[in-house]
């Protein structure tokens, strides 16, 4: 009971907008203040071991590697060799948008850089094509979830270090759920533009000189994402490593294509280092927190809750993905991943549920989290894009919930879909 006290200054601090990272630390400090006869200091010695990881170090690398491909002109490729691949389809640049999201995911590690390096090209094309800016956000957004589930993903990084299960196995898990998801929103735009509600005009079928010349144009994209699957599944080289050989791969490329110079990289290296101090700041910051779930039993509190009301591995698994769901309208993904996971991972290894086929779980409903409103922060980012009001970008958005909810489903309930492609390689 205790605990709710740690808990309740939480979402307190959160509810009168307090930084995550700020609100982490203060709660612990309040909790232990009031009820625990733990020393203060603890707290600061859990934040500084919380970064000793030798996995974290792919965060920064990932993010850096995104942002040169990104500014050596890869997105506007992909675009290109998207638009000749798929553009002829009912749905037009809908689907472009999506299947680009796909490629661009092989290099991006962070839904935010999607809808704001791609999904910026995307919604430019878009609505100068007649589509609707309203629809054309909502589509940016809802592909930008994509780039965290197929890797490399910063969020997996995250888990793997919270929740100590093999970071290549996590990459690998994510896959094939990312590319079913890619083709299910596929398939929703198909239906949309069938029933004739959202003007999509078609692009003409472009001929085979043409998928050559795109081809050719994006075939250093294309490379990065073969290039580090290939890494993982051969074991040359950990995620880390090859994260260091992709910022090294993305530089060569950009410079050999004159799209990137030497203060144009400095300014990628600051932004990378901005977004990697915020993240490691939360990270840090939720190192305490989480120990003082551990060390307060919740685990077991929530085990034997499940025990009590007589629930199964069904029953447990709805409950999770319920109350993610409700966690990700409120609260930043990676703050309640931090949270969540020392809590759910006991009761759910109970269950039988496998580390990692969790933690895909997780990172998906806290993808589609950052896509509900309130406060889902690849709406917002997508909303200031295409210039609509949030109102119009969240009506624009719901039909997109009904593939990714069936996906969720489907990744929730059928293990294989997540572990097949780890477990053939083992």
């Known amino acids: 009971m205790s605990l709710l006290v740690l808990f309740a200054g939480f979402l307190v601090l959160i509810a009168i907008e307090i930084p995550v990272a700020a609100a982490l630390i203060l709660s612990a400090f309040g909790y232990m203040s009031v009820t625990s006869p733990i020393p203060l200091q603890i707290v600061a010695q859990r934040i500084g071991s919380g970064l000793d990881s030798f996995p974290l170090l792919a965060i920064p690398l990932f993010i850096l590697a995104g942002n040169v491909l990104n500014g050596a002109g890869i997105a506007s490729r992909i675009y290109d060799f998207s638009t000749a691949i798929v553009g002829h389809i009912r749905g037009g640049l809908a689907h472009v948008n999506i299947f680009g999201s796909m490629v661009f995911a092989g290099m991006s590690g962070v839904a935010q850089a999607d809808a704001a390096g791609l999904g910026t090209i995307e919604i430019e094309h878009m609505k100068k094509r ?23 993903s910063v969020i997996m990084v995250v888990y793997a270090v919270t929740a ?16 079913v998801m890619g083709f299910a929103l596929m398939a929703m735009v198909y239906v949309i533009a069938l029933s004739g509600k959202v003007h999509m005009p078609v692009e003409p079928q472009a001929t085979l000189p043409d998928i050559v010349r795109a081809f050719w144009r994006a075939l250093p994209a294309l490379v990065a994402p073969v290039f580090l699957t290939v890494g993982m599944l051969t074991g040359v080289a950990t995620p880390t490593e090859l994260g260091a050989l992709t910022v090294v791969y993305a530089t060569i ?3 050999l294509t004159k799209d990137l110079t030497v ?14 101090g915020i993240l490691s700041l939360i990270i840090a910051a939720a190192v305490p927190f989480g120990w003082l779930i551990s060390i307060g039993n919740v685990a077991d509190g929530l085990l034997a809750w499940f025990t009590a009301i007589d629930a199964d591995r069904t029953m447990f698994l709805i409950m999770v993905n319920l109350g993610l769901l409700v966690a990700g309208l409120f609260m930043e993904t990676t703050a309640i991943l931090l949270i969540a996971t020392p809590a759910l991972l006991p009761a759910a290894q109970a269950f039988g549920v496998d580390g990692v086929h969790l933690g895909l779980i997780m990172i998906v409903n806290l993808l589609i989290g950052a896509l509900t409103p309130p406060f889902g922060v690849i709406l917002f980012i997508c909303k200031h894009i295409a210039d609509v009001t949030f109102e119009d970008m969240v009506k624009a958005i719901i039909p997109f919930y009904i593939p990714l909810g069936l996906v969720l489903i489907l990744i929730t309930f059928w293990p294989p879909l997540s572990l097949w492609l780890p477990s053939l390689f083992k």
Request: aromatic share 8%; charged share 5%.
């Open 130 to 152: 007649g589509y609707p800016a309203p629809f054309a956000a909502a589509c940016t957004a809802a592909s930008a979830i994509i780039g965290p589930v197929i890797p490399p």
């Open 164 to 179: 100590q299960v093999s970071l290549s196995d996590l990459f690998l898990a994510g896959i094939v759920p990312g590319v």
């Open 253 to 255: 490329v950009g410079f």
């Open 263 to 276: 203060p144009l990289l400095f300014r990628h290296i600051r932004d990378s280092a901005v977004t990697t």
